[in-house]
């Protein structure tokens, strides 16, 4: 490991915090793509600024879509004609690397997609065949991934579409935010095993209502978007609750209580699935006026648990099943190989590096608690991995994260919201 090593603080007592999130990543970056193609300036209120909302403000720029920081820290889009030659640098950051390839097809000009290495080994072939089906003209060079050039012609025929959507549920949601825009609207049809993180398609399907754009998904894993404007319009972005989850288990993990602000009583995000998640674990929520407050009682339970649909939740609860009185089964999670590294396998490898006593199975893990102690703890560039290693070392001394800055992706300066939540009470401002 060449990356400096963070030591993750251990609680000394149980912890008693108020939190406030930044902004959702999926909303952020959602609003910007339909910003960038409404039929007037947007705004959007409270954005995430992180690295892959930054990815995404800068290929929407380098597509000629103007998008600018306001004196209130939102972010002010204009849309103007699409164009190239252009060039995208996607970073790993999976709304970009597929949100934005639709967006090109719509410009004139070529557009270079690069990014990471991960980046070039995460599946987009779902998104590539189906813009080729729907008239556009990209050159992969048989990959079906990155990097590739979006040659387009200024428009996109668009119409009906099968792709199989298995591994992400981000290739439905790519078509369907441009899909507006294409002049015969966009049918999208799945044909594959049921599609992952469908809460992530609710959000992008309520998001395109809110901006007047007509869907109709009533027929099971069909989706038909209607050509026509996309409205502009201000979007106030909801915290990101995928992001609560290392402070929720914190609550839990200390027997502590935790307050996290503005948690919305309706949501479309999978953060959401946290509160029951965590209650089943031994916790307990309740909504104040300060919040969402969650409250640990000092005993961790083992879980049964099918994560389908919010598998990026499954690297906190699988740290917070390490330490549980009883084992735990993960499953519906086989997607999660194909994230920003091998989820699955690097839980079970980084866990076990520890004491731990976890199997990753061909859709999940099994976890058997053990006495766990301290060691490295690598995060293979993954954010959800690194915030994993911390819930950990709340409880077991001596647990040293590789490469802490990757948290950034989503939650900028994790470390301090970390340290700032172990403060005691009357030393936090």
């Given amino acids: 490991m060449t990356s400096p090593l963070w ?45 892959d909302t930054t990815l995404m403000a800068a290929g929407l720029r380098a597509l000629g879509a103007t998008v600018e920081d306001t004196a209130d820290g939102d972010l002010r889009v204009v849309p103007a004609p ?11 950051a999976g709304t970009v690397m597929r949100f ?27 998104v590539i065949l189906a813009l080729r089906d729907l008239g556009a003209d990209i050159d992969d060079a048989g990959t079906g991934r990155l990097p590739m050039t979006v040659r387009g012609a200024g428009s996109l025929r668009g119409g009906i579409v099968e792709i199989d959507a298995s591994s992400s549920s981000q290739f439905v949601s790519a078509l369907l935010l441009s899909g507006a825009r294409f002049a015969e609207g966009v049918e999208v049809r799945h044909i594959g095993s049921s599609v992952p993180s469908m809460p992530h398609i609710d959000m ?24 026509g404007p996309i409205a502009a319009r201000d979007v106030v972005v909801e915290p990101d609750l995928s992001n609560a989850a290392p402070f929720l288990a914190a609550a839990l993990v200390t027997g502590g209580r935790v307050t996290v602000r503005d948690w919305p009583v309706a949501t479309t995000q999978p953060g959401d699935w946290l509160r029951d998640l965590f209650a089943r674990m031994g916790g307990a929520w309740e909504f104040t006026d300060d919040g969402l407050v969650f409250t640990g009682t000092g005993k961790i339970h083992g879980i049964t648990a099918d994560l389908h649909d919010v598998g990026e939740l499954t690297p906190v609860i699988a740290a917070v099943a390490a330490l549980a009185d009883s084992p735990s ?26 004491g731990g006593d976890v199997t990753d199975t061909a859709d999940g ?48 300066d994790f470390p301090a919201l970390w340290h700032a939540l172990l403060m005691p009470a009357d030393q936090a401002s």
Avoid at 25 to 30: A, E, Q, Y
């Fill in 7 to 51: 030591s993750a603080p251990v609680a000394s007592a149980p912890v008693d915090a108020v939190v406030a999130l930044p902004g959702s990543k999926s909303v952020t970056n959602r609003a910007l793509v339909l910003a960038a193609l409404a039929d007037g300036p947007s705004t959007v209120r409270q954005p995430l600024y992180s690295r």
């Fill in 82 to 92: 699409l164009r190239g030659p252009a060039h995208v640098d996607v970073g790993n």
């Fill in 100 to 126: 934005l390839p639709p967006v090109a097809a719509l410009a004139a000009g070529d557009v270079r997609f690069e990014g990471d290495p991960r980046a070039y080994e995460r599946p987009l072939d779902g």
């Fill in 204 to 227: 992008t399907v309520a998001m395109l209502r809110a901006a007047g754009v007509s869907v109709d998904d009533s027929e099971p894993d069909v989706w038909k978007v209607a050509p």
């Fill in 329 to 354: 089964e993960l499953t519906g999670i086989a997607h999660l190989r194909l994230h920003e590294t091998d989820r699955l396998a690097a839980l079970a490898k980084e866990l076990n590096g520890l």
């Fill in 365 to 412: 893990l099994v976890i058997r608690p053990r006495p766990l102690h301290g060691g490295e703890f690598a995060t293979y560039d993954d954010h959800r991995l690194a915030t994993a290693a911390a819930v950990i070392g709340l409880a077991v001394p001596g647990v040293q994260v590789e490469n802490i800055a990757t948290t950034a992706k989503t939650l900028p």
